[in-house]
Nanobody, 127 residues
Framework: QVRLVESGGGSVQAGGSLRLSCQASGNTGSINLMGWFRQFPGKEREVVATVYVGGVSPYYGDSVKGRFTISQDTADFTVKLQMNSLKAEDSAMYYC????????????????????WGQGIPVNVTS
């Protein structure tokens, strides 16, 4: 069993930066893909950024390209999301996700790919 614990987040003014971190534990050897999704109230979850473990080409959702950066540490199965130039419309609940299935899907942008979800962490950007 894999468990994901998110940290970071909080409230920031528009134009500011925040960094989210996610620590995986348990059967981490089964993880092949990790990343972040977000969900706005009353909306479907949408991909923010995902990266294959050991991969070099992350995937980013269109709305965050050029502003957010995902990084990973394969030694301890952590992923971080550096969020710069934040906008009010980035305010959402952010979830760390992991895929423990077969992997290999591209683009890795569908919520259904990810079997493991963290509890979620709120990000609030004030204008």
């Amino acid at each position: 069993q894999v468990r994901l614990v998110e940290s970071g987040g909080g409230s920031v003014q528009a134009g500011g930066s925040l960094r989210l971190s996610c620590q995986a534990s348990g059967n981490t050897g089964s993880i092949n893909l990790m990343g972040w999704f977000r969900q706005f109230p009353g909306k479907e979850r949408e991909v923010v950024a995902t990266v294959y473990v050991g991969g070099v080409s992350p995937y980013y959702g269109d709305s965050v390209k050029g502003r957010f950066t995902i990084s990973q540490d394969t030694a301890d199965f952590t992923v971080k999301l550096q969020m710069n130039s934040l906008k009010a419309e980035d305010s959402a609940m952010y979830y760390c996700v992991a895929d423990v299935g077969e992997g290999g899907t591209w683009p890795p942008d569908q919520a259904e790919l990810f079997e493991i979800w963290g509890q979620g962490i709120p990000v609030n950007v004030t204008s």
